[in-house]
């Protein structure tokens, strides 16, 4: 299902030096006894989930099927990412089948919440309000505006259309939501926000959008069983974890996680979250950026051709996308284009993926990895997410970082509340 290319890697340590160290964590991921062992809820999730909340997930689903035409997330970080990367990843960034998805709660852009206002006013909506916290500004600010929109629209119905995901007895959104007799979906205390897409934080707002779930669920399953080893010669997934680390050990501070498609470029905005806030602190950390090729080659292509070489690429390559377009011929070929007629679009992607790698790699002297995924199915898309997860907690455990926390967020959030005047 995913397969890692390490031949350009340029790595000056063999990954076989690693295994020791690999096989103590592996055992501390597996086992729960590592650091941050109370977060670690998402390891055997894909077997232990709630299937009482998943039926209730699509019993809901089926339920308002036909009665809306536009779902509302409400939802900041690991209580968004990963929803809208699925999503635009299985499904594209233009849907045809009548639902659009438009996420609010992670901005405090009075234009933009303007918009969506105004774009919404005549459609048919559901909201899911996602906060495991229960009290995010961010969320909560948009929560309130589309609540009040939902109930001058809906009235009495707007209980109806408006579901809660957040922690199963505390905190301010479940109070609220249980006092307005919302529909409540649970994330569970062991499994924080940047673990958390295949609980209801990703399923609802997923089935809302007929993404088959089930699928992306036995997708997170067979990669919980087939990465079950410590064995690096077997387990990509830690080989890339290792391959990170010791290209950070010989100065490669920064990580491009290259994507060939505009509909990959929310799976980067997931990916960065996911490997910025469990990898970064202590002083420590690659940073994590994202590039779209070939778009950004004609932006960022210069600066990773010829620049400061600090980095490396990580090239998420996805080798079969849905839909293709065959390249048309044309009697007068005024533009000089016809040495391309009659080829695949994603043929000519691939040429430009293959010169790309070797302009990077051999001219350019740049490490580059190459994790290859099979498509974009919601079943693959499961499997890539849990790879994602295992790899990000075994390459912090190799750092000794404990993935599972981000104390540093809560800087800013002092400052804003002090200016904001909150208690
Ligand atoms: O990964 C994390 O824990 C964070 O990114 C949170 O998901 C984010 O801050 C939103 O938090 P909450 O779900 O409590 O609103």
New binding site residues.
């Given amino acids: 299902m995913i397969s890692l290319d390490l031949r350009n890697a340029k790595l000056n340590e063999d990954l076989s030096s690693w295994q020791e160290k690999v096989t103590k964590a592996h055992h501390d991921l597996r086992e729960k006894t590592g650091a941050g062992n109370d977060f670690l809820g998402w390891v055997d999730w894909p077997v232990n989930y709630d299937k009482e909340e998943f039926e209730r997930i699509l019993a809901l689903k089926k339920r308002m099927e036909g009665k809306y035409d536009t779902v509302l997330v409400c ?6 990412l990963g929803a809208r990367a699925a999503l635009e990843m299985i499904k594209g960034l233009y849907p045809d089948d009548g639902v659009e998805v438009i996420f609010v709660g992670n901005t405090f852009s009075h234009t933009y919440l303007t918009q969506v206002l105004n774009h919404i006013k005549d459609k048919e909506v559901v909201l899911n309000v ?7 500004t961010e ?1 909560s600010v948009s929560f309130r505006i589309f609540k009040q929109f939902m109930e001058e629209k809906y009235g009495a119905e707007a209980k109806e259309r408006i579901y809660a995901t957040t922690d199963k007895a505390r905190g301010t959104l479940k109070e609220l939501a249980d006092a307005e007799g919302y529909e409540t979906f649970v ?1 569970p205390d062991n499994i ?5 897409v295949f609980t209801a934080v990703g399923l609802l707002p997923l089935a809302l959008a007929n993404v088959d779930i089930e699928a992306l669920m036995k997708g997170s399953y067979d990669a919980y069983k087939e990465l079950d080893t410590a064995d690096l010669d077997k387990n990509p997934a830690y080989q890339y974890a290792v391959a990170r680390r010791i290209l950070d050990n010989m100065g490669y501070k920064a990580e491009y996680f290259v994507t060939y498609h505009l509909q990959l470029t929310m799976i980067a905005e997931w990916w960065k ?1 996911l490997f910025g ?1 469990s990898e970064g602190k202590d002083g420590k950390g690659i940073l994590p950026t994202s590039a779209c090729f070939t778009t950004d080659l004609h932006s960022l292509g210069q600066f990773i051709q010829e620049g400061s070489k600090t980095e490396f690429e990580t090239i998420f390559y996805i080798d079969d996308m849905s839909d293709d377009i065959v390249f048309p011929s044309d009697d007068k070929d005024l533009d000089h284009m016809n040495y391309l007629a009659g080829k695949k679009l994603s043929w000519v992607s691939e040429m430009a993926f293959e010169g790309t790698l070797s302009a990077h790699s051999d001219d350019g002297n740049n490490p580059n990895m190459v994790i290859h995924l099979k498509d974009n199915s919601a079943y693959s898309f499961g499997y890539m997410i849990y790879f994602f997860f295992i790899a990000c907690g075994m390459t912090c455990y190799l750092l000794d970082i404990n993935p599972f926390n ?1 104390p540093g ?1 809560e800087v800013y959030k002092k400052k804003m509340f002090k200016l904001l005047g909150k208690n």
């Fill in positions: 939802g900041i970080g690991g209580s968004y996602i906060s495991k916290s229960g009290t995010t969320t994330i924080g926000g940047r673990y958390s979250q806030e981000q967020v």
